[in-house]
């Protein structure tokens, strides 16, 4: 069984991510299991300092702003005329839209006098973020999975990364 974090092993996290006043961003109610190596599955100050961790350590890591989801950018704010919208448009609601820095998620922000605000920005982007984690659980990647980029369950599944 292996123990240590390395290139091409598939890493389980139990976590929590808090803001630094400690208001909990994600409670991290499933654990987090990621391909480690630079597959993108998890951000990658998180896999440097993971790197070479064995089962059992926990860590407690600050992420910067733009370690994380981005500096936020008021550019990426737009107001428009609700009549762009359906009827049925509402606060929350998100679409993509391809711009001059290519496809982009919009979520409404506001909806008021005639106008809807639509912000570009990851719910996240300008935060710090502070990650507790514990390393539960580390083995070999598959050859499937090294081929994929990401891990795969028992069943075959496929787990969301956690940088999106």
Known sequence: MQNEIVKNCVVTLN?????????VIDDGRQPLVYLHGGYDGIFPKLEEVLHGKKIGENLKIKLQPEEAFGDYDEKLV????VDMFPEDAEVGMAFERVSDAGEVLYRITEIADGKVVVDGNHPLAGM?????????????ATAEELA????HDEDGEHHEPLVH
């Open 15 to 23: 976590y929590t991510v808090t803001d630094p006043d400690g208001t």
């Open 78 to 81: 737009v107001v428009e005329d």
């Open 128 to 140: 710090a973020l502070i990650f507790d984690m514990t390393v539960t659980a580390v083995r070999t």
């Open 148 to 151: 994929h980029g990401h891990t």
